[in-house]
Nanobody, 128 residues
């Protein structure tokens, strides 16, 4: 069983930056594709960013392209989401997720159903 623990959320003014971290337990982190999702009040959870198990491919939601960057540090069993130029509409609970699909194919997963493990979430609030 894999445990994911997010951190780094908080309150920030519009235009500011935050870096979210997601630490994973276990010794097989390097084989996981990782993703970040978010859920705003009264909205469905949505894909934000994803990275392949190899770290060589990334994908972003259109709403965050050019502002957010996902990265993966296998030595630290951690995935990061650097968020710059934050907007009030980025306010949400942010979740990290891990997909254990093997290393045969290098893919970035954008669907919730592709992920096997989820963290508890961290709140990000952007004030105007």
């Amino acid at each position: 069983q894999v445990q994911l623990v997010e951190s780094g959320g908080g309150l920030v003014q519009a235009g500011g930056s935050l870096r979210l971290s997601c630490a994973a337990s276990g010794r097989t982190f390097s084989r996981y594709g990782m993703g970040w999702f978010r859920q705003a009040p009264d909205k469905e959870r949505e894909f934000v960013a994803g990275i392949s198990w190899s770290g060589t491919r990334t994908n972003y939601a259109d709403s965050v392209k050019g502002r957010f960057t996902i990265s993966k540090d296998n030595a630290k069993n951690t995935v990061y989401l650097q968020m710059n130029s934050l907007k009030p509409e980025d306010t949400a609970v942010y979740y990290c997720a891990a997909a254990d699909k093997g290393t045969g194919i290098i893919s970035v997963y954008t669907r919730e159903t592709s992920y096997d493990y989820w963290g508890q979430g961290t709140q990000v609030t952007v004030s105007s």
